[in-house]
């Protein structure tokens, strides 16, 4: 069990930006396949450090193949010593109309400059229904689904999906991912996911999913809900413990 610390995070301001420190994997090369500006996304999490969003169907427009890869070539021609390529940027990454084709770009570019180095897509989870996003995934070294809830009240009380999404279908979705990891942040206030209730009904849908390793993470900037609160390490931690008995590595990283 890991206990790390983080900076904060923000809109992203281009297609590709940093590297920038990540509390999960290190030194990072931002990678956003999302508009400009603009959150762009599936959920309304309630502790959402890129604010709020009008609607995630307004019209946006998203950067062309021939944008990602002149701006990832000229970041990466220089071999900045970096740990990863990490896909998230302005929201849902899995959203961008063209995701296989930019992973093909990537995943080149990356053999080229940077050989070694892992490519993570940081997800919602919304779209691995699509077998098309599932399939495009399989590309990447590292698929890091958001799993905030064991039961669906908590879990529509806190990530506030914009269309009704049924959390039995994400997580089963996301079990169909060879070695997928989990992220799933904890909070205390107007929504709790840290009671025996909610944990053990998570700790369920961990079993299922069986993925290679959990991350456990407490707010560390303030969040939408003015209402949420964090989490004591000493609860994030004994969480994490309950997730390794069941035999899945967990690591835990603390609000600042």
């Given at each position: 069990m890991e206990v790390?610390?983080?900076?904060?995070?923000?809109?992203?301001?281009?297609?590709?930006?940093g590297p920038v420190p990540s509390r999960r994997y290190g030194?990072?090369?931002?990678?956003n396949l999302l508009?400009?500006?603009?959150k762009h996304c599936t959920f309304r999490c309630t502790y959402c450090q890129l604010g709020p969003e009008k609607h995630h169907s307004a019209p946006h427009e998203f950067p062309d193949l021939a944008t990602?890869?002149?701006?990832?070539?000229?970041?990466?021609a220089g071999k900045p010593a970096i740990d990863a390529l990490v896909i998230s940027g302005n929201g849902e990454p899995t959203l961008y109309p063209q995701l296989d084709e930019a992973l093909v770009i990537l995943a080149r570019l990356r053999d080229a400059h940077l050989p070694g180095r892992a490519i993570v897509v940081l997800t919602a989870g919304t779209e691995l229904r699509r077998p098309e996003v599932r399939a495009a995934l399989r590309r990447v070294d590292e698929v890091a689904v958001k799993l905030d809830a064991g039961t669906q009240p908590t879990f529509a009380k806190l990530d506030?999906?914009?269309?009704p999404l049924q959390l039995d279908a994400l997580v089963a979705a996301a079990a169909q991912l060879p070695g997928v990891a989990i992220q799933?942040?904890?909070?205390?206030?107007?929504?709790?996911?840290?009671?025996e209730t909610e944990v053990t009904a998570w700790l369920a849908r961990i079993q299922q999913i069986q993925p290679r390793r959990v991350d456990?993470?407490?707010?560390?900037?303030?969040?939408?809900?003015?209402?949420l609160e964090m989490v004591p390490l000493v609860v994030a931690q004994g969480i994490a413990a309950r997730v390794e008995a069941l035999g899945i590595a967990c690591r835990v990283f603390a609000g600042l």
């Open positions: 790390r610390h983080d900076a904060h995070s923000e809109l992203a301001p281009h297609t590709v930006y030194v990072t090369l931002g990678i508009p400009l500006g603009d990602l890869e002149r701006e990832v070539t000229a970041a990466l506030m999906p914009w269309q799933t942040i904890l909070v205390r206030g107007r929504v709790d996911n840290t009671t456990l993470y407490t707010l560390d900037r303030k969040p939408i809900d003015l209402a």
